[in-house]
């Protein structure tokens, strides 16, 4: 079976200041990760993914994330936060499989509160 | 920019009525879903559907629900007797494989 978990309810931090939100999953074989960003009453955004390739990947607003396979884990980052960087974020997991490609599984969501 | 569609993006309906949910998928994406948030919380995945099938689904997926494309552009779940439960937000998302899966504004769904 394929989870994600993501132990933090709310990160906060002082505009200006790095931040990391952090994602651990657990799937077997090779896991296709990715984040996504849900502001109010809105749909779910993609930031970034990772397939293959360069552990560090860059992805959308000058967010990144670190894919450490020996930890299972994908910590979103971003060096200086803004204000309007405050949403819910979520990571999500997917493996391929014989017959495809199968569901997203999504972590319980963070919520990024990002202070003046 | 592409983009997936869905409408209507409010829908009330009482309980035990039908209600039919809409979506357009990215015009040349192969692969469509089907999830729902409820109050914020949890995205939790309902249906996936490739090649005219349903190609896997969750337990919340029971008899009441379907699934249909009934054209080359509209993908729909359809909740045959709703519940109180069943209010949520519903996502329909689409991706060409291993690629990320886009995702529609969503509907908000309303059981009374």
């Known amino acids: 079976a394929q989870s994600v978990a993501q132990p933090e309810d709310q990160v906060n931090v002082a505009e200006g200041n790095p931040l990391t939100v952090k994602c651990t999953y657990s799937v077997s074989g090779n896991p296709y990760l990715f984040w996504y960003v849900q502001y109010p009453n809105r749909g779910l955004q993609f930031l970034l993914k990772y397939i293959t390739g360069d552990n560090l990947v860059k992805g959308s607003y000058g967010f990144e994330a670190e894919f450490n396979k020996s930890q299972t884990s994908f910590h979103l980052k971003k060096p200086s936060a803004l204000v309007s960087d405050s949403a819910l974020y979520f990571c999500a997991v997917r493996r391929m499989f014989s017959g495809g490609y199968n569901k997203l599984i999504f972590g319980a969501g963070t919520r990024l509160a990002v202070h003046p | 920019e592409p983009e997936v569609t869905q409408t209507p993006s409010h829908q009330v309906t009482q309980m035990g009525q039908e209600v039919i949910l809409r979506c357009v998928p990215i015009?040349?994406?192969?692969?469509f879903y089907w999830y729902r948030q409820i109050l914020g919380q949890k995205v939790e995945f309902l249906v996936s559907f490739y090649n005219n099938e349903i190609s896997e689904k969750s337990e919340i997926f029971d008899d009441q629900f379907s699934v249909e494309r009934p054209d080359g552009s509209n993908f729909t779940l359809k909740i045959r007797s709703t519940k109180l439960e069943d209010s949520a937000m519903y996502f329909c998302a689409s991706s060409e494989g291993t690629a990320e899966a886009f995702f529609g504004q969503g509907t908000r769904l309303t059981v009374v």
């Open positions: 015009s040349n994406h192969l692969y």
